[in-house]
T-cell receptor, first 115, second 110 residues
Framework: SQTIHQWPATLVQPVGSPLSLECTVEGTSNPNLYWYRQAAGRGLQLLFYSVGIGQISSEVPQNLSASRPQDRQFILSSKKLLLSDSGFYLCAWSAPPGQGGYGYTFGSGTRLTVV | SQQGEEDPQALSIQEGENATMNCSYKTSINNLQWYRQNSGRGLVHLIL?????REKHSGRLRVTLDTSKKSSSLLITASRAADTASYFCATDGNDYKLSFGAGTTVTVRA
């Protein structure tokens, strides 16, 4: 069965420090991968998505970047965190178009607090 | 960007009652999906309805879709305390990127 792992669960980082959040998927190949951010009491904002290794699309200009060094690994990074980067970050995967299995599977999220 | 908008923003019901929430969206879709999020957790996929479908059931869940009105509803029948969560609709256009609404927070009172 397919599983998705996201870590860490919580993170408190000072302003100006770097960030690296990792997400890995098991039990599937060539998944579409996504990073979302959720502000408190709000919906989800799509930050990045990837349809293959090294292929990253950014949805909003920001202080963050994403990379996909392996088929089932998706990394969210920042060189210097801002206070406004605080939030709940969620990784998700879906099957590629044409392979059925619609619907996203989400990781358990990372609560990032920038202080 | 958020395309879906859920209504109401919050809902409080007694255990055993039905809960209904609505979602409106703006552009054409391939499908519409509903997700549940327990506090501080990731989202769980509940049900997907395709643009050529009008109604779909899954256990105690019933989803309707009216593409002419660009709206959908989620009905949870015979609610339980475990149904307390936030519920999000998400629309899938032609690019396989989901756009989420702000969600409806449902509280089921024992």
């Amino acid at each position: 069965s397919q599983t998705i792992h996201q870590w860490p669960a919580t993170l408190v980082q000072p302003v100006g420090s770097p960030l690296s959040l990792e997400c890995t998927v098991e039990g599937t190949s060539n998944p579409n991968l996504y990073w979302y951010r959720q502000a408190a009491g709000r919906g989800l904002q799509l930050l990045f998505y990837s349809v293959g290794i090294g292929q990253i699309s950014s949805e909003v200009p920001q202080n963050l970047s994403a990379s996909r060094p392996q088929d089932r690994q998706f990394i969210l990074s920042s060189k210097k965190l801002l206070l406004s980067d605080s939030g709940f970050y969620l990784c998700a995967w879906s099957a590629p178009p044409g392979q059925g299995g619609y619907g996203y599977t989400f990781g358990s999220g990372t609560r990032l607090t920038v202080v | 960007s958020q395309q879906g908008e859920e209504d109401p923003q919050a809902l409080s019901i007694q255990e055993g009652e039905n809960a209904t929430m609505n979602c409106s969206y703006k552009t054409s879709i391939n499908n519409l999906q509903w997700y549940r999020q327990n506090s501080g957790r990731g989202l769980v996929h509940l049900i997907l309805i395709r643009s050529n479908e009008r109604e779909k059931h899954s256990g105690r869940l019933r989803v309707t879709l009216d593409t002419s009105k660009k709206s959908s509803s989620l009905l949870i029948t015979a609610s339980r305390a475990a149904d307390t969560a936030s519920y999000f609709c998400a629309t899938d256009g032609n690019d396989y990127k989901l756009s989420f609404g702000a969600g409806t927070t449902v509280t089921v009172r024992a």
